[in-house]
């Protein structure tokens, strides 16, 4: 008997081959185990096939769980090839900044907003220091743990706790809908919150922003708990983009499918211009690195920095934020 929520209750109707560009790739379904074996770091763990599945199949998490098996398997160690710079980088944070995490809340950037917006970074933080707000940078792990890596996983966020509770600091505001999505439900002791809500608490910001379509990140799709915190700001409603399957950064897949990953934001060069805010740097700078230049994060409008995302400096940006 098939049980429900596994791959097991798959019937093969192909919904999510016809919705995601991967499974379309290789004419599989989420229950074609043993070619996903294969294939499982070419998935781009967006989600699209659990939420068009008929069966509530888990696919997003069945694929993970894949990964985790295979690294368990070679005792700890990713054996996967061209991950070697991701590893380096964010396995053990190589440009984590806490000295400046002072005060008993702190803004927590996460490792792509700095990349692709400095300039909003700095403003950020100058206007909550204001209110005795501190920052640190540091990456959350979630690259890491969407390699399957999850002895890394609770080591990173056992890190990222004592340096919170080395400082006494009881509450993190999250810029990036990742960092919170991951985050939030693991952190001991300590209140996340996004930006969003506390530029609300503390009335920064431009509000009344003219409605337009949203490139929805995939932690948020589901419940849309960050979109609806953000219509605050808009003088209207936010259109959710449905044709876009992810903005090609995804499960870490842009390494073994870089085609389908510069080709996802496709549709969006076709908008004729037209504004489109993402709430996330990952997103927003992906797009633009790809052709999308009509992408905007929304918080460079709600402080009124205006700013684009930096894609050729990204990495140079996301350096010097170990010596600010």
Do not use: W
């Amino acid at each position: 008997m098939k049980d429900n929520n596994t791959v097991e209750a798959c019937t093969h109707c192909h919904v999510c081959q016809n919705q995601c560009e991967f499974l379309k790739k290789y004419g599989i379904d989420i229950g074609d185990t043993e070619k996903l074996k294969e294939l499982s770091y070419h998935c781009f763990l967006c989600g699209k096939c659990t939420e068009v599945c008929p069966e509530n199949i888990d696919g997003r998490e069945y694929i993970l769980n894949l990964r985790r098996e295979k690294v368990e398997k070679s005792g700890g160690t990713l054996e996967e090839k061209g991950y070697g710079m991701l590893l380096k980088e964010k396995k053990d944070y190589i440009y984590r900044n806490y000295r400046h995490a002072q005060g008993e809340s702190i803004l927590f950037p996460g490792c792509n907003f700095p990349s692709f917006y400095p300039k909003t970074t700095k403003r950020l933080v100058n206007e909550l220091k204001k209110y005795g707000i501190g920052v640190a940078y540091d990456c959350c792990g979630k690259p890491i743990v969407e390699l399957g890596m999850k002895e890394d996983e609770k080591r990173i966020i056992s890190q990222i706790q004592s340096e919170l509770h080395k400082r006494k600091i009881k509450e993190v505001i999250m810029l990036c809908p990742n960092c919170y999505a991951y985050l939030k439900p693991r952190m001991e002791e300590v209140k996340v919150v996004s930006i969003y809500e506390k530029l609300e608490e503390f009335g920064i910001g431009k509000k009344n922003l003219l409605p337009a379509k949203v490139f929805l990140p995939c932690p948020d799709r589901e419940k849309k708990e960050l979109l609806g915190e953000i219509e605050q700001y808009i003088e209207g409603k936010l259109t959710p983009i449905e044709e876009v399957q992810c903005c090609g950064l995804g499960g870490c897949a842009p390494v073994k499918e870089p085609e389908l990953a510069k080709n996802m934001g496709a549709a969006l060069k076709n908008s004729g211009g037209q504004k489109i805010y993402s709430y996330c740097a990952s997103c927003a700078g992906n797009l633009n690195r790809n052709g999308c230049k009509n992408v905007t994060h929304i918080l460079t409008e709600i402080l009124e920095t205006d700013e684009k995302a930096d894609t050729g400096k990204s990495m140079l940006n996301r350096m010097k934020t170990k010596f600010i």
